[in-house]
């Protein structure tokens, strides 16, 4: 079929049992058990991948392929981290048997990616700008409107705070609230939790200011002045009066606060030294005292 061939050509078909045979190694001890269920899943693969497709979009083809995909998945991962169901020897055996995706399972134990849909959302080669899909984005840092699914995989956020909420990512046909930026925005709440407080706007804000200020020091040239505006820019969001952390490190090895020759050289600044400062009750420089 067409959605067959896309994803064929993309590389990222996802990896479907092997046809059992009569030299197929004998199943572990509790396949029984895991069996029917499987069985369902590749019931259900098979009739996505025979669905018409008439009316849909290329890419829309694939959407529940993908779906079918990660559920199948789960399911194997679910039992062997989550409820211990399962022993080591049948994780394994169904792993390479394909009966679950053994890099998506990778991703899925390292942080942040704990509920990520699909491969192809991170693989930028996909990308016509060289990113990670917009699934991959958190609704609340998202505009209002941007909640459309992803165009390879169909997911609208797998993003771990709110795939974690509703136990999954959450796909174009997912149950979801109207307003999924809001919700988001809103701590994602739902009938059993409330919605998680998150920072406060300004506390992201002064995080963002000292990120800032540090890169610039780390990076070449002379860029102590321009650090020390951002930190107390950073400073006054906090409420507080500390000075910028450059003027602790501006000194000699004795401990001497009188800022250096080149920063004086540049600017100009006659400013007199700290304890001059100190002595006249000024707090700060001129040029560090307005943010």
């Not at 169904?94 to 699909?118: N, Q, R, T, V």
Request: hydrophobic content about 30%; overall charge negative; charged content about 30%.
């Amino acid at each position: 079929s067409s959605c067959c061939c896309f994803l064929l050509r993309l590389g990222v078909w996802p990896a479907m049992p092997r046809i059992r045979t009569l030299n197929t190694k004998k199943p572990p001890e509790g396949w029984d058990d895991v069996a029917p269920q499987l069985e369902e899943f590749h019931m259900q693969m098979r009739d996505a991948v025979n669905e018409p497709h008439e009316g849909k979009r290329r890419n829309e083809a694939t959407w529940n392929i993908t779906k079918i995909h990660w559920e199948r998945s789960r399911y194997v991962y679910e039992l062997f981290y989550k409820k211990k169901a399962i022993s080591r020897e049948l994780y394994d055996y169904l792993l390479l048997e394909k009966f679950a995706d053994a890099a998506l399972i990778a991703k899925w134990k390292k942080p942040g990616y704990e509920y990520l849909c699909s491969l192809m959302a991170i693989d930028k080669r996909n990308s016509n700008f060289g990113t990670t899909s917009i699934c991959r984005v958190p609704l609340h840092l998202r505009k209002p409107g941007q909640t459309g699914p992803a165009v390879t995989t169909g997911c609208i956020s797998c993003s771990s705070q709110e795939a974690g909420r509703l136990g999954g990512p959450i796909w174009w046909d997912s149950p979801r609230p109207a307003d999924l930026v809001g919700w988001a925005k809103a701590g994602c709440p739902t009938a059993d939790k409330a919605g998680k407080k998150r920072k406060k706007e300004l506390e992201t804000e002064d995080a963002e200011l000292e990120a800032r200020a540090a890169a610039l020091r780390r990076g070449p040239g002379d860029n102590t002045r321009e650090a020390d505006e951002l930190d107390a820019m950073a400073a006054a969001l906090r409420g507080s009066n500390a000075p910028p952390a450059s003027e602790h490190n501006a000194g000699g090895v004795d401990g001497d606060k009188t800022p250096t020759h080149a920063a004086c050289d540049e600017d100009g600044d006659k400013t007199p030294d700290r304890a001059a400062v100190e002595e006249d009750g000024d707090k700060t420089p001129d040029h560090a005292a307005d943010p």
